[in-house]
């Protein structure tokens, strides 16, 4: 078992930035994929970003390369998403999710992760 705890949303202004954490406990960090995810209102749950067990691995979705930038702390059972120049477009509930199932390259679907965290709300005022 995983447990996953997101942090770190909350209201700002476009143009502004926002570091979600997510804090993990359970099984081994260190050994497992991580991936962050956002759900608008209305809309299926998207990928954003993900990066393998050591890091050395990363993918992003389009719309946030140059803006966001995903990384974990294995010390600290900890994954970080730094968000730079917020856009309206980025407001949604924020989960983060591990991927412990071994498997070759990052998974990019909700359905690729095992476990997920109860979400944090990020909202982008334009």
């Known amino acids: 078992q995983v447990q996953l705890v997101e942090s770190g949303g909350g209201l700002v202004q476009a143009g502004g930035s926002l570091r979600l954490s997510c804090a993990a406990s359970g099984r081994t960090f260190s050994r497992y994929t991580m991936g962050w995810f956002r759900q608008a209102p209305g809309e299926e749950r998207e990928f954003v970003a993900a990066i393998s067990w050591s890091g050395d691995i990363i993918r992003y979705t389009d719309s946030v390369k140059g803006r966001f930038t995903i990384s974990r702390d294995n010390a600290k059972n900890t994954m970080y998403l730094q968000m730079n120049s917020l856009k309206p477009e980025d407001t949604a509930v924020y989960y983060c999710?591990?991927?412990?199932?071994?498997?070759?390259?990052?998974?990019?679907?909700?359905?690729?992760?095992?476990?997920w965290g109860q979400g944090t709300q990020v909202t982008v005022s334009s």
């Open positions: 999710a591990a991927d412990v199932t071994p498997r070759l390259g990052l998974a990019t679907t909700p359905a690729g992760y095992d476990y």
